[in-house]
T-cell receptor, first 108, second 112 residues
Framework: GIQVEQSPPDLILQEGANSTLRCNFS?????LQWFHQNPWGQLINLFY???GTKQNGRLSATTVATERYSLLYISSSQTTDSGVYFC??????????FGAGTRLFVKA | DGGITQSPKYLFRKEGQNVTLSCEQN?????MYWYRQDPGQGLRLIYY???????QKGDIAEGYSVSREKKESFPLTVTSAQKNPTAFYLC???????????FGPGTRLLVL
């Protein structure tokens, strides 16, 4: 089946710093999503981005489907950005495959 | 409020005991999912259901069972056959034609 790899696995930032998270996938996908899991376990969808670029405030994402990767950019990081960021892909149908996540800690 | 609810928030299971985790949604979503998350790991799919009275196994279905008798409800039973059930369990739903999944707050299961 399709493999989803995220990097880096862990990231520590000083508040105000910028960062880039990467998601590589091993096959063509119909759908790609980025999620944020807060320290209490709640997952929130950040972007649905099978291709192209989207921006939402300090966050933006780019997916290059032909090269099978997606990037999540966090600018001017805040302590509330801490948590785990997951990339998830669909190859068709209703089944979704998640990467292992990038664990982000933003220091005040 | 519209959303997905899971109960209980914490659950303790004794050896050899079956337990059932509840997942309810009032979003009128067609598809519902159960995922397992182990500490420091990503989410793994246990079961999913696209319509009422139909469900499919995910990647780690052994030791689990589900039912989908109503559109809004998708309970997960962790049976005694699941030898390592301690984990965080997340339920999600999605409307047909939409790509975004919405997640519940999760249930933490601990074996005593």
């Amino acid at each position: 089946g399709i493999q989803v790899e995220q990097s880096p696995p862990d990231l520590i930032l000083q508040e105000g710093a910028n960062s880039t998270l990467r998601c590589n996938f091993s096959d063509s996908v119909n759908n790609l999503q980025w999620f944020h899991q807060n320290p209490w376990g709640q997952l929130i969808n950040l972007f649905y981005i099978p291709s192209g670029t989207k921006q939402n405030g300090r966050l933006s994402a780019t997916t290059v489907a032909t090269e099978r990767y997606s990037l999540l950019y966090i600018s001017s990081s805040q302590t509330t950005d801490s948590g785990v960021y997951f990339c998830a892909v669909d190859t068709g149908g209703f089944k979704t495959i998640f990467g292992a996540g990038t664990r982000l800690f933003v220091k005040a | 409020d519209g959303g997905i609810t899971q109960s209980p928030k914490y659950l303790f299971r004794k050896e050899g005991q079956n337990v059932t985790l509840s997942c309810e949604q009032n979003l009128n979503h067609d598809a519902m999912y159960w995922y397992r998350q182990d500490p420091g790991q990503g989410l793994r799919l246990i079961y999913y259901s696209q319509i009422v009275n139909d469900f499919q196994k995910g990647d780690i279905a052994e030791g689990y069972s589900v039912s989908r008798e109503k559109k809004e409800s998708f309970p997960l039973t962790v049976t005694s056959a699941q030898k390592n059930p301690t984990a965080f369990y997340l339920c999600a739903s999605r409307r047909e034609g939409q790509e975004t999944q919405y997640f519940g707050p999760g249930t933490r299961l601990l074996v005593l």
